[in-house]
């Protein structure tokens, strides 16, 4: 199984994409906003405080794809079905392969998020003056 077959037949990839796309779309359209009203600065505070929650849950999701991988790579070991070799080389890498598209997605947010945070002080600072 190639590499673009793992991701689209693997659930949590999936939700690890979902999770990402939803928090660079919020992120961006926060960065992107033009405008120092207070409703921009409200909106962005309330973000500022959900978005962080749920970037942290992208590689934790990936460690969650990782354990069910395994646990399925130690029930095929079980039953015998397939040469020890392949299933350990093939099944464990497939496991791992969530880990690291979480930990991937997770790195752009934390730089968006803070882009975020520096334009809010910005934004505040500016507003004080």
Same mark, same amino acid.
């Given at each position: 199984?190639n590499?673009?077959?793992?991701? &689209?037949s693997?659930?949590?990839?999936? %939700?690890? +994409?979902?999770?990402? !796309?939803?928090?660079?779309?919020? =992120?961006? @359209?926060?960065?992107?906003?033009?405008?120092?009203?207070?409703?921009?600065l409200?909106?962005?505070?309330?973000?500022?405080?959900? &978005?962080?929650?749920?970037?942290?849950? %992208?590689? +934790?999701?990936?460690l !969650?794809?990782?354990?069910?991988? =395994?646990? @399925?790579?130690?029930?095929?070991?079980?039953?015998?079905?397939?040469?020890?070799?392949?299933?350990?080389?093939?099944?464990?890498?497939?496991?791992?392969?969530?880990?690291?598209?979480? +930990?991937?997605?997770?790195?752009?947010?934390?730089?968006? =998020?803070?882009?975020?945070?520096?334009?809010?002080?910005?934004?505040?600072?500016?507003?004080?003056?």
């Open positions: 199984m590499a673009t077959q793992q991701v &689209l693997n659930p949590v990839i999936w %939700l690890i +994409l979902g999770l990402a !796309l939803v928090c660079y779309s919020i =992120l961006m @359209q926060l960065i992107i906003a033009k405008g120092t009203t207070p409703d921009w409200s909106k962005t505070a309330s973000w500022l405080h959900t &978005l962080p929650a749920m970037l942290s849950a %992208l590689p +934790l999701l990936g !969650l794809g990782t354990i069910i991988g =395994l646990l @399925q790579t130690f029930a095929q070991m079980a039953t015998g079905d397939m040469d020890i070799q392949q299933l350990l080389s093939g099944s464990i890498a497939d496991a791992m392969l969530t880990t690291e598209v979480g +930990l991937l997605m997770v790195i752009p947010g934390w730089i968006m =998020l803070s882009a975020l945070q520096r334009k809010q002080q910005q934004m505040e600072l500016h507003n004080a003056q």
